[in-house]
């Protein structure tokens, strides 16, 4: 789990390369985390339901990890909705685009 935290604060950086958010995103993976986490191990506890156990070394626990990353989700939502980057970053791909597409004012055909 401490090697797991690291890895998805990488992660949520590179998806959106603002350090606040991502660590943001951290903390909401590791919220759903601990909810998920928590549900099952009161079902598992409470025999409510016997085909998931809440132990972290049985496949159970991939339905945690998928409750972390859903809050992750859930925070990446928010932000978007929020406006996302205040400053666009400026790639270059999307600059060479852009200027594949505009013309030319020297170069274009005078009309007649």
């Not at 995103?25 to 809440?54: K, P, Q």
């Not at 932000?79 to 505009?102: E, P, Y």
Request: proline share 4%; glycine share 12%.
């Amino acid at each position: 789990m401490v090697l797991i935290i690291p890895i998805i604060y990488i992660l949520s950086w590179r998806t959106c390369r603002n350090l606040g958010q991502a660590l943001q995103e951290t903390v909401a993976w590791c919220v759903g985390y601990l909810i998920t986490g928590g549900v099952l191990l009161l079902m598992s506890y409470g025999n409510w339901l016997d085909l998931v156990s809440g132990r972290p070394d049985q496949p159970g626990a991939l339905i945690a990890i998928l409750g972390g990353f859903g809050g992750m989700l859930i925070s990446r939502i928010v932000w978007k909705r929020r406006g996302g980057h205040l400053k666009q970053s400026s790639n270059r791909w999307i600059r060479a685009l852009h200027a594949a597409r505009s013309t030319d004012v020297s170069k274009a055909r005078p009309r007649r």
